[in-house]
């Protein structure tokens, strides 16, 4: 994972000296609520990476206030406009998360985490070979940076390049990562693959590392529907939907176990339920059709 405040801090004091101990202190109490690292830690959602609780507020304007302040009093300082960019990617707002991770890496042009961070911001935009193309040099200048390897791994997972995703996740695993991305990623491949027991035993490591992200559960509960273990899968699903009864795939999943069940009326609620958060989730549009819904 890339740097909490105090380890970003900690590194502004080792290159600065006196002038970084004030940097130091000024990130301490401007930025203790925020998570610095884009590429490395995690929300609730698979997509934008697991993360905090206290998300929304990482990209407040009192925190970019703040962290506005820590540049203009450090203009020359990279790790101070990576914590920003971070920031502004929390926020929404990447081309100005760009900027400063642009500002970052021409101050430090070995700066390897704010290529990690650029990636994940430019394959939020749809720039992917952009985000490639920063992955490939975040993992050039520190061949162990297991953040990035997640981060290019989703990107072939994505392009259906799955030997290459699954090669990438399980170099970040050998790293010994903690980032529970990388075992819910692998499953995910395994999955595909039809190696449900694997994937199995990578979605229970996912939640162990990360229990109250939802989707570790959902995963694990389609490999148990797969292998006929539908109590184990009903369990999963409905604690999924406990921690985040938003989340379309939950509701759909729901709706497959009542189905294989012969539980049709629930299955159509469930179906009918997740179309409702989602109206083009395509596993719910054809339950709902299977179990004869409107």
């Known amino acids: 994972m890339m740097a909490?405040?105090?380890?970003?801090?900690?590194?502004?004091?080792?290159?600065?000296?006196?002038?970084?101990?004030?940097?130091?202190?000024?990130?301490?109490?401007?930025?203790?609520?925020i998570s610095l690292a884009l590429a490395g830690c995690q929300t609730a959602s698979v997509d934008s990476q697991f993360g905090s609780t206290i998300e929304e507020d990482q990209g407040s304007e009192?925190?970019?206030?703040?962290?506005?302040?820590?540049i203009r009093a450090n203009p020359?300082?990279?790790?101070?406009?990576?914590?920003?960019?971070s920031a502004f990617g929390r926020a929404g707002r990447y081309q100005e998360a760009i900027r400063d991770f642009d500002r970052a890496i021409q101050l430090n042009?070995?700066?390897?985490?704010?290529y990690a961070n650029r990636a994940l911001i430019y394959r939020f935009t749809g720039d992917l070979g952009r985000s490639a193309e920063d992955y490939n040099r975040a993992i050039q200048i520190n061949p162990s940076y297991e953040a990035a390897y997640i981060g290019r791994g989703e990107l072939y997972r994505r392009a259906g390049r799955t030997q290459e995703a699954f090669n990438d996740f399980q170099k970040a695993i050998q790293l010994d990562t903690t980032d529970p991305r990388a075992y819910h990623r692998r499953g995910l491949v395994y999955q595909t693959q039809?190696?449900?027991?694997?994937?199995?035993?990578?979605?229970?490591?996912?939640?162990?590392?990360q229990p109250s992200a939802p989707e570790p559960y959902n995963g694990r509960g389609i490999s148990y529907i797969a292998t006929n273990q539908l109590d184990n899968a009903f369990d999963d699903v409905n604690y999924a939907l406990r921690l985040d009864d938003?989340?379309?795939?939950?509701?759909?999943n729901q709706g497959l176990i009542y189905e294989r069940r012969g539980e049709r009326d629930k299955a159509r609620k469930s179906f009918q339920r997740a179309l409702q958060l989602d109206a083009k989730y395509e596993p719910a549009r054809s339950g709902l059709a299977r179990v004869g819904g409107a």
Do not use: C, M
């Open 246 to 252: 938003s989340v379309a795939e939950s509701w759909a």
């Open 4 to 33: 909490t405040p105090a380890e970003t801090a900690e590194k502004a004091t080792r290159r600065t000296g006196t002038s970084g101990r004030s940097l130091r202190y000024r990130l301490l109490a401007n930025a203790a609520v």
């Open 194 to 209: 039809g190696q449900h027991d694997f994937a199995i035993d990578d979605f229970s490591t996912a939640i162990s590392l």
């Open 62 to 70: 009192q925190n970019l206030a703040s962290l506005t302040a820590v």
């Open 76 to 85: 020359s300082d990279p790790s101070a406009y990576n914590v920003r960019g």
């Open 109 to 114: 042009p070995r700066f390897f985490e704010a």
